[in-house]
């Protein structure tokens, strides 16, 4: 049997398919109307609709993909889920094309033996001399008129009860040719529409002399109702009739029970997938279950060691790799537990030592005092000398009680024994007698302390006591170290918070120490002479007093521009701060000034391109006389409650810099305390 030219198999489009406009191309264009602003109030991509739609859409998303992000297990369980579902449809799609190219190319093989059995027998008949024979001439005139008209009626009789209901016969008359005439009209079986047959088979038959084949569908006529179109194959040949007329013999069959069979083998392979696809991913969470719950443990554990419960362990079960981790993370809480109890007692009996010593110290030192105040009294007696060394003695005698006592104050805040007796009290009263009691020193230095912000009461909730002692340290600091130029202290209150903030325009601070401005006997020159007798724990209890009360002790500085100390305290006990209304960074600091002189230059020059060319006129004379040019004013943008950050600032001199004559200067050691322990970036400066 020779090959034909054959139509595209069910399932493979014969003709290129256009573009349908559906509603993905409808969300497409609504989805290009927002993108261009068309849609949003304002015209503009960023519109208010769209960050509204944005967020409308984000808002139920949250809680999944917060989930997502921490569920290791529920990332690898559905990744296990993708990737099977994915090989499943793959192996899905590789088994359905196998067994439907089989059933195909079986039914293509009984197809073409059938029709070629049945192509034979109409053949054999059309050439049996008995088609259209008679006994006589006059019968034989009836006989073959008969003949004639129901010769093609018998034959697809005969050739279609060979197979009912597995093909049906189509004889079709050649097109152009009168098929109206009873002789050449269509004959079927089975109630079959002879339209069925595709009009590219019909020319291929009409044109060749082989066997032809394609799948269409099969239709039915009205008397056939019942039975919808059903895909098929269709065989055709080319034959001669009794008469020697040429017709099409048509061979269609039903597609049904390849089409069954290729549905149920769907069904199969999707069950089996569904079901291999759950079965892997429990398989998958019963896997990272058993890696991923002593993950979560050893992370549980940690997180109540860092509470400081040193008592958790790991339980250990088996020898295996998770095993052997959870014995090491045991041996690690072990050991840090051993460590830190043994750090704890040290540091215990080193405040036992410095307790017991300041206290046992008391007595003689009462003792030393009185012989000393006798010896002081008595000096105008002495010779010069004498008389100098009991004044030393005297001043000596005065640092060493200072000393003293601030040795006990900080074994109680070691101790965790000091104890906050917080009242409402008003600040303004507070700088008030800090500032009157540092008068005179501020007299022999040369400096004058100016105070802003005391128009309104800035009331909070403190302890009188430690609160002036923190400013009275911190003033005096600014005083001693301020170079006789003026120290600035400034109060504010916003929201919950109070601040007061002390400026001294010094020598500034040098970058590095702020990571050591905590440190007890810490000084920033250690050459420098106490010359007010400081101890060098001031800082120290000033922080600690800062924290005893919530709140925040801070410092700023720069080479050559000064320092700043600010105190913030929640305006009411136990209640936690969110920012400051001082920013730490005065406003006159180097490089706000920089910034501002900046933006000056950029308005100035915006201004002279916006405005148009004028006459020139010669005013030379009004230069002349004119001063010198104002600095720039100070107009960096200091958010007034901006949190903390670090705590504190060190900014480097440019290269080549000289600190200015009456600019600002810093302090030697600085007090200052960031919120947080790690964040201690201040600069000590002792008493």
Same mark, same amino acid.
């Given at each position: 049997?020779?090959?034909? &030219?054959?139509?595209?198999k069910?399932g493979?489009?014969g003709?290129?398919?256009g573009r349908?406009?559906g509603? !993905?191309?409808?969300f497409a264009?609504v989805?290009r109307?927002?993108?261009?602003?068309?849609l949003?109030q304002?015209g503009s991509?960023g519109?208010?609709?769209?960050?509204?739609l944005?967020?409308?859409?984000?808002?139920?998303?949250l809680?999944a993909v917060r989930l997502?992000?921490r569920?290791?297990?529920?990332r690898?369980?559905?990744?296990?889920?993708l990737? &099977?579902?994915?090989?499943v449809?793959l192996?899905g799609f590789v088994?359905i094309?196998q067994v439907r190219?089989g059933?195909?190319?079986?039914?293509?093989?009984a #197809?073409q033996?059938q029709?070629?059995?049945g192509?034979?027998v109409?053949?054999?008949?059309?050439?049996?001399?008995?088609?259209l024979g008679?006994r006589n001439?006059?019968?034989?005139?009836?006989?073959?008129?008969?003949?004639?008209?129901?010769?093609?009626s018998d034959?697809?009789?005969?050739?279609a009860s060979?197979?009912?209901?597995?093909?049906?016969?189509?004889?079709l &008359?050649?097109?152009?040719?009168? #098929?109206?005439?009873t002789s050449?009209?269509?004959?079927v079986?089975?109630g079959?529409?002879?339209?069925?047959?595709p009009?590219?088979l019909?020319?291929?038959?009409?044109q060749?002399t082989?066997?032809y084949?394609t799948y269409?569908?099969?239709r039915?006529?009205?008397?056939?109702e019942d039975?919808d179109?059903e895909?098929?194959?269709?065989?055709g040949?080319?034959?001669?009739d009794a008469?020697g007329?040429?017709?099409?013999?048509?061979?269609?069959?039903?597609?049904?029970q390849?089409?069954?069979s290729?549905n149920?083998?769907?069904?199969?392979?999707a069950t089996?997938?569904l079901?291999v696809?759950?079965l892997?991913g429990?398989i998958?969470?019963?896997?990272v279950?058993?890696v991923?719950?002593?993950?979560?443990m050893?992370?549980g554990?940690? =997180?109540?060691?860092s509470?400081?419960?040193?008592?958790?362990r790991?339980?250990?079960?088996g020898?295996?790799?998770?095993?052997?981790l959870g =014995?090491?993370?045991?041996k690690?809480?072990?050991?840090?537990?051993?460590?830190?109890?043994?750090?704890e007692e040290?540091?215990?009996?080193q405040r036992r030592?410095?307790?017991?010593?300041?206290? =046992?110290l008391?007595t003689?030192?009462?003792?030393?005092?009185?012989?000393a105040?006798?010896i002081?009294?008595a000096?105008?007696d002495f010779d010069?000398?004498t008389?100098?060394?009991a004044?030393?003695?005297?001043?000596q005698?005065?640092r060493f009680e200072s000393?003293l006592s601030?040795?006990?104050?900080?074994?109680?805040f070691d101790?965790g024994a000091?104890a906050l007796?917080?009242e409402p009290?008003d600040?303004r009263e507070?700088?008030?007698?800090?500032?009157?009691g #540092?008068?005179?020193?501020a007299?022999r230095?040369?400096s004058?302390?100016?105070?802003?912000g005391?128009?309104?009461?800035?009331v909070?909730?403190?302890d009188a006591r430690?609160v002036?002692?923190?400013l009275r340290n911190?003033?005096?600091?600014?005083v001693?170290h301020?170079e !006789?130029?003026?120290v600035v202290?400034?109060l !504010?209150v916003? !929201?919950?918070?109070?601040a007061?903030?002390v400026?001294?325009?010094?020598?500034g601070?040098?970058p590095?120490?702020?990571?050591?401005?905590?440190?007890?006997?810490?000084?920033?020159d250690p050459a420098?002479?106490?010359?007010t007798?400081?101890?060098g724990?001031g800082?120290?209890?000033?922080?600690e007093?800062?924290?005893?009360h919530g709140?925040?002790?801070?410092a700023?500085g720069e080479?050559?521009?000064g320092?700043?100390?600010r105190?913030?305290?929640?305006?009411?006990a136990?209640?936690?701060?969110r920012?400051?209304?001082i920013?730490l960074e005065?406003?006159d600091s180097?490089r706000?000034r920089?910034?501002g002189g900046a933006?000056?230059?950029?308005?100035?020059?915006?201004r002279?391109?916006s405005?148009?060319?004028?006459?020139?006129?010669d005013?030379?004379?009004?230069?002349a006389?004119?001063?010198p040019p104002?600095?720039p004013?100070a107009?960096?943008?200091?958010?007034? #409650?901006?949190?903390p950050?670090?705590?504190?600032r060190?900014?480097a001199r440019?290269a080549?810099?000289r600190?200015?004559e009456n600019?600002?200067?810093t302090?030697?050691?600085s007090?200052?305390?960031?919120?947080?322990?790690p964040q201690?970036?201040d600069?000590?400066?002792?008493?």
């Amino acid at each position: 049997m020779s090959g034909g &030219s054959a139509a595209p198999k069910p399932g493979e489009p014969g003709v290129r398919a256009g573009r349908a406009a559906g509603p !993905g191309r409808a969300f497409a264009g609504v989805s290009r109307l927002f993108q261009s602003g068309r849609l949003l109030q304002d015209g503009s991509p960023g519109g208010p609709v769209l960050r509204l739609l944005v967020r409308w859409v984000r808002r139920p998303l949250l809680p999944a993909v917060r989930l997502w992000r921490r569920n290791i297990q529920l990332r690898v369980v559905a990744a296990t889920l993708l990737m &099977s579902l994915g090989v499943v449809l793959l192996l899905g799609f590789v088994v359905i094309g196998q067994v439907r190219n089989g059933l195909l190319e079986a039914k293509e093989k009984a #197809a073409q033996s059938q029709a070629a059995g049945g192509f034979t027998v109409a053949k054999e008949k059309a050439d049996s001399p008995a088609a259209l024979g008679g006994r006589n001439g006059d019968e034989e005139s009836g006989r073959s008129g008969r003949n004639s008209v129901n010769w093609r009626s018998d034959l697809v009789e005969q050739l279609a009860s060979g197979g009912p209901g597995a093909f049906n016969v189509v004889a079709l &008359s050649p097109d152009g040719q009168d #098929a109206a005439s009873t002789s050449r009209a269509p004959r079927v079986s089975g109630g079959v529409d002879f339209s069925s047959v595709p009009a590219d088979l019909r020319t291929a038959v009409a044109q060749g002399t082989g066997t032809y084949e394609t799948y269409a569908q099969i239709r039915y006529t009205r008397a056939t109702e019942d039975r919808d179109p059903e895909p098929g194959l269709i065989v055709g040949k080319r034959l001669n009739d009794a008469n020697g007329n040429a017709y099409e013999l048509y061979y269609l069959f039903p597609l049904t029970q390849e089409e069954q069979s290729l549905n149920l083998v769907k069904g199969t392979l999707a069950t089996a997938g569904l079901f291999v696809v759950v079965l892997l991913g429990a398989i998958a969470w019963l896997v990272v279950r058993q890696v991923v719950t002593p993950v979560r443990m050893a992370a549980g554990i940690a =997180e109540r060691l860092s509470t400081g419960r040193l008592q958790e362990r790991m339980k250990v079960t088996g020898e295996d790799d998770i095993a052997r981790l959870g =014995e090491a993370f045991n041996k690690m809480a072990q050991n840090l537990q051993l460590k830190i109890q043994q750090l704890e007692e040290l540091s215990r009996m080193q405040r036992r030592f410095v307790s017991d010593v300041s206290h =046992e110290l008391r007595t003689p030192l009462t003792t030393v005092r009185m012989a000393a105040d006798v010896i002081h009294e008595a000096r105008a007696d002495f010779d010069p000398v004498t008389a100098r060394s009991a004044e030393l003695l005297g001043d000596q005698l005065d640092r060493f009680e200072s000393l003293l006592s601030d040795l006990l104050e900080i074994s109680r805040f070691d101790a965790g024994a000091a104890a906050l007796e917080a009242e409402p009290i008003d600040l303004r009263e507070v700088v008030r007698r800090v500032i009157g009691g #540092a008068e005179p020193l501020a007299e022999r230095k040369g400096s004058r302390i100016r105070v802003l912000g005391d128009e309104q009461p800035v009331v909070a909730e403190a302890d009188a006591r430690r609160v002036e002692r923190v400013l009275r340290n911190l003033v005096v600091n600014a005083v001693e170290h301020g170079e !006789g130029r003026d120290v600035v202290v400034r109060l !504010g209150v916003a !929201g919950g918070a109070v601040a007061v903030a002390v400026r001294d325009y010094g020598v500034g601070l040098k970058p590095g120490e702020a990571t050591r401005v905590f440190n007890r006997f810490w000084r920033a020159d250690p050459a420098r002479a106490r010359t007010t007798g400081g101890t060098g724990l001031g800082l120290s209890i000033a922080v600690e007093d800062a924290r005893l009360h919530g709140g925040w002790l801070q410092a700023w500085g720069e080479p050559g521009g000064g320092s700043q100390f600010r105190l913030t305290l929640p305006r009411t006990a136990d209640e936690a701060l969110r920012g400051s209304p001082i920013p730490l960074e005065p406003e006159d600091s180097r490089r706000n000034r920089e910034s501002g002189g900046a933006q000056e230059l950029k308005e100035s020059a915006h201004r002279l391109a916006s405005v148009p060319t004028q006459p020139r006129v010669d005013r030379s004379p009004l230069q002349a006389t004119a001063g010198p040019p104002a600095p720039p004013r100070a107009t960096a943008a200091v958010d007034p #409650a901006a949190l903390p950050g670090s705590g504190a600032r060190v900014v480097a001199r440019p290269a080549g810099e000289r600190a200015p004559e009456n600019g600002p200067r810093t302090t030697e050691e600085s007090e200052g305390s960031a919120p947080s322990a790690p964040q201690r970036e201040d600069t000590i400066r002792g008493r």
